[in-house]
């Protein structure tokens, strides 16, 4: 299982934006849980899930908190930051993302 980030716009899915693994996706996955509890969104590591530029300015404020706070126990910290980067960038663009699980 993996979830590949892509911009909205890229129908065809050619351009890869940014990547978990499935690793990657248990050390993350305390994050989108908290972000489920307040939006109903849920992140499908195994469907599509999108994410308009308000989920994911929740989502960089969540990985915020769990940065600050330690609110998330037992997780790749760098790998966090990366993914906040990544997500802060595209809220700023407005972007929105399709996240595709496999």
């Known amino acids: 299982?993996?979830?590949d980030f892509?911009?909205?716009t890229d129908c065809d899915?050619?351009?890869?934006?940014f990547s978990l693994l499935q690793k990657d996706y248990l050390q993350v996955s305390q994050i989108f849980e908290m972000f489920e509890q307040r939006t109903g969104v849920f992140v499908d590591p195994y469907g599509t899930?999108?994410?308009y530029s308000n989920n994911i300015g929740l989502l960089v404020e969540l990985i915020g908190r769990c940065l600050s706070e330690?609110?998330?126990k037992n997780?790749?910290?760098?790998?966090?930051?990366r993914?906040?980067?990544?997500?802060?960038?595209?809220?700023?663009k407005g972007h929105t993302l399709i996240i595709e699980g496999d």
Not at 76 to 81: A, N, S
């Open 83 to 92: 993914l906040q980067m990544f997500l802060s960038n595209a809220f700023q």
């Open 75 to 81: 997780v790749d910290f760098e790998l966090i930051k």
């Open 49 to 51: 899930t999108r994410l």
């Open 13 to 17: 899915r050619e351009k890869k934006l």
């Open 1 to 3: 299982m993996a979830l």
């Open 70 to 72: 330690e609110v998330c």
């Open 6 to 8: 892509y911009d909205v």
